[in-house]
């Protein structure tokens, strides 16, 4: 079988029901260890699919080993798709690779993820909060830093909006755009304030006014019309 096959056969089973899906899982197991590191990457997004099923823990262990591949593409769509299992050995796993993982785009998705699970798990919000600002004492990398401040914001440090507005000036147009898509969950929680309303407004209508990143600017003003 070619890359080429390969990746359309894993296209087709992300599109297939979940009973369809186990049946697929030993291709995908394969698939997992391929020598193409583009194969590895696809097969890593189709295993964020088997939560609550029998192969479960069986895509938990293959995530973990593709954590530890060379390529931080790989990596990075390991640590994606690993947050969709919301168990405590994923939570202790991820906080191995936050602080072993040298790739700061590959760690700001670590960090994500851990904070997507510890929103299912965690019964103690000042924990996490004390664990986000142990890692922004170190942290220097921009989007590792928005995804901890969006993680405190989501477990009720409401203070740090101004410090997520703030990057909206940031010359990287990608940190621009991620500010742009922790706007958009902040305001899918339904108990933001008109407060934090105005203060996004203000942000985003001086934002459009000397954008020049189309895909920014046309985020920007999709979120201006929901406002």
Sequence with gaps: MTDEEKLTLIQKYEELSEKFKEECFEDLKRFAFDKDDTVKVFTASTLSRFANTTKQQDAIEILLQLCHEENELIRTEAYDAIGCYCEKSVVKSLEKAILSEKDGLARSYAIDSWIYIQQYLCTNGAEVIGYLNAILEKESNNNCILNCLYGKYSFGEKNVLNEILNYIKNTDYHIRYSVLAIIQLILEDENYTEECK???????????????INPVKEQAEEIMRWL
């Excluded at 105005?198 to 020049?212: A, S, Y």
């Design 198 to 212: 105005r203060k996004i407004k203000i942000t985003l209508t001086e934002l459009l006014k000397k954008e020049k």
